[in-house]
């Protein structure tokens, strides 16, 4: 059994503990609602530009000057875009994610190649110490996080879409939906695809083979007459990379709000975990307190009833 000062100094680091992540839970709500405001405001503007993006791959294959952005090619090598947290301490937030990139891996080993970019230290830990391939690591873009950083990281990987490099991109991460529910989301970013998130839906990454992209999603009637000022080429030049950034910002704002929602909850179960281990320690110490009172007056009663 374990000493009154053993139980009391676990009954003061267990109360430590408890005001630690009282705290983190507290710092995180104060943090979410404004990753909440964030990605609320950035949402209709992303769906409406992703509903545009599409209705334009639609009619790529049929116009002769399709962008290049959004014409398909066989896929032989795809990147991935882990979107993670710098920090844990977040419940199954960083896990997930990991989890569901590794499956795109083995879903695809036929590939001839299939290469990480990271955004967060938690992901590129994990697949740098399985010796997988990271082509670079954006470190510490959450804390400069705006849409011209979003930008940067874009221009990058469309520069390797269009030199070659690649032949696909995809990006996988938490999209929030409330404080307490987070869901998993793997899409398609290149080429940009005819159908796909318009509705922040998981897109299903193709067992097998890449599934080619850009193909129609329904006749070309219901597509919408678009007419282009100055020039057609001159609005998809500037339009659609502008789209890749946008779904490469939203994101990353929906990982950032889906964070501090799941380590909100995390450290919400862990204070509540903590005020019943108190409870419990707490009635162990009063109960083995009671046994070492009781046996010294034992002790004596004893040694009374012995001096007679």
Do not use: C
Request: glycine content about 6%.
């Amino acid at each position: 059994m374990a000493s009154l000062r053993d139980i009391r100094k676990r009954i003061r680091s267990v109360k430590n503990t408890r005001q630690i992540t009282k705290a983190m839970k507290m710092v995180s709500a104060a943090k979410l609602r404004k990753a909440q405001d964030a990605i609320i405001a950035a949402r209709p503007y992303a769906q409406m530009l992703d509903q545009i993006i599409a209705d334009l791959a639609a009619r790529s294959a049929d116009e002769e000057m399709a962008h290049p952005l959004l014409v398909a090619r066989p896929v032989r090598r795809a990147e991935v875009v882990v979107l993670t947290s710098d920090r844990g301490l977040a419940g199954g937030f960083n896990s997930n994610v990991i989890r569901r990139a590794s499956r795109f891996l083995y879903e695809h080993r036929a590939l001839e190649k299939v290469q990480f970019s990271t955004v967060g230290r938690k992901g590129h830990d994990y697949f740098r110490q399985r010796g997988q391939t990271i082509r670079k690591d954006f470190g510490g873009l959450y804390q400069r996080l705006s849409y011209l950083s979003a930008k940067g990281v874009a221009e990058e990987l469309i520069a390797s879409f269009l030199n070659g490099e690649v032949d696909a991109v995809y990006v996988v991460y938490n999209e929030f939906i409330s404080a307490i529910s987070q869901r998993v989301v793997l899409t398609q970013m290149l080429p940009l695809q005819a159908f796909g998130p318009a509705s922040a839906e998981p897109v299903a990454a193709p067992t097998g083979a890449l599934a080619t992209p850009g193909a129609k999603a329904g006749p070309a009637s219901t597509l919408v007459d678009f007419k282009y000022e100055p020039s057609r080429q001159e609005v998809l030049d500037r339009l659609v990379p502008q789209a890749v950034s946008i779904k490469l910002y939203r994101a990353l704002l929906e990982s950032v709000a889906s964070e501090h929602g799941a380590r909100m909850s995390a450290m919400e179960n862990a204070t509540s975990n903590a005020t019943d281990m108190i409870s419990s320690l707490s009635l162990t110490y009063n109960r083995t307190r009671q046994a070492v009172i009781t046996k010294e007056l034992m002790e004596i009663v004893s040694g009374a009833e012995a001096l007679k």
